[in-house]
Structures are given as structure tokens and as C-alpha cells.
């Protein structure tokens, strides 16, 4: 949803670089990037460097969805100079992330974060209504109330891109 909220806002070219997997699967089926790197979720480090060497300059904007230090720390090198890094995923209160000034100031890289719109509402549903955004197959799992821990254990082994719960 979020990369197509980003074609929809101005961005020209959009990369996803993923786990391979339904998530992956699903952004290709609602055709919502440009360009997509798989990567492996055991070794993601020669993807990585396909992306560096695909993207000398780096990008834009960078956005962070994850919920990874690993990969927020990382995620400052993929930023052009004057680039911007979005930090978007949810994190642990506990967690730090450590980047050197220099990478900062000498790059120029604006580092910001974005957690919920709540004022954005109208202009969702008007997304949602007029078809600019596709959401199907989002949810690939449904559950009566009863089966609630199978709803969270789809979400946790990753069977589930979003789960819901239905009511009788």
C-alpha cells in the first residue's frame, strides 16, 4: 500500500526490495513498484550489492519499513547525497541505531519519521473508493473470533498477509 501511495504522490520510479514470499508476491500481482529485488532471507547481502551497484548514486528516498535496526542502519547508504531516509517501521522502544555525523552532514541526508496520519482519513477513503489503490489480496486469511490465536500464529509464521476477524 505504502509504494503505491508513493507512485500516487509523485514518486517516478519505485523500488521493493523484499523477502521473496507472499508480501513480494502480492506488491507484483497490485503492480506497485517499478522494480523489485527479492532478497534472500537467509543471505540478503548479494542482493544488496546488486542494488549499490544498480543504484551507484543511491536513492531519493529511502524508507525503512521493516521494523529492523539491522536494516535501518543500513538503510543511510541506499540515500543519494541530499537524499531523504524515512523511517517508517515500528521499532522497540529499547532499540538504537548508530550512524557516523559524517554520513549525515557531509551526504546531506534528511532524516525523518512517519507513523500514523490520523488526519488523512477523508482523502484514504477517497483512495480507497476510487480505485487508485488496490488492496486485493491483502487479506489472504479470514477467522472466525474463536480461532483468534490461529489469526496471530498466520501473522507470525508468515502464512498470512494480513489476517481478519470475522463476527457472526
Not at 529485488?37 to 537467509?42: A, F, G, K, Q, V
Not at 540478503?44 to 531519493?60: A, V
Not at 522497540?92 to 551526504?107: E, T, Y
Request: some cysteine; proline content about 5%.
Amino acid at each position: 500500500m505504502l509504494a503505491q501511495l508513493l507512485r500516487q504522490n509523485g514518486c517516478s520510479q519505485v523500488t521493493i526490495a523484499a523477502p521473496k514470499g507472499l508480501k513480494m508476491d502480492l506488491a507484483k500481482s497490485l503492480d506497485a513498484a517499478d522494480t523489485y529485488i527479492e532478497l534472500s532471507r537467509t543471505d540478503p547481502g548479494p542482493q544488496f550489492e546488486k542494488l549499490k551497484k544498480d543504484n551507484p548514486y543511491g536513492f531519493d528516498i529511502v524508507i525503512e519499513a521493516t521494523g529492523s535496526v539491522k536494516i535501518l542502519e543500513d538503510a543511510i547508504n541506499y540515500c543519494r547525497r541530499g537524499g531523504t531516509l524515512v523511517v517508517y517501521g515500528v521499532y522497540a522502544h529499547s532499540a538504537r541505531v548508530s550512524w557516523p555525523p559524517s554520513k549525515i552532514f557531509g551526504d546531506e541526508i534528511r532524516i525523518i519519521g512517519s507513523f500514523s496520519e490520523m488526519y488523512m482519513f477523508p482523502q484514504t477513503i477517497d483512495y480507497l473508493d476510487s480505485g487508485k489503490i488496490k488492496t486485493k489480496g491483502i487479506v489472504n486469511k479470514v477467522f472466525p473470533l474463536e480461532k483468534f490465536g490461529e489469526a496471530l500464529e498466520s501473522i507470525k509464521n508468515k502464512s498470512a498477509i494480513k489476517a481478519a476477524i470475522v463476527f457472526d
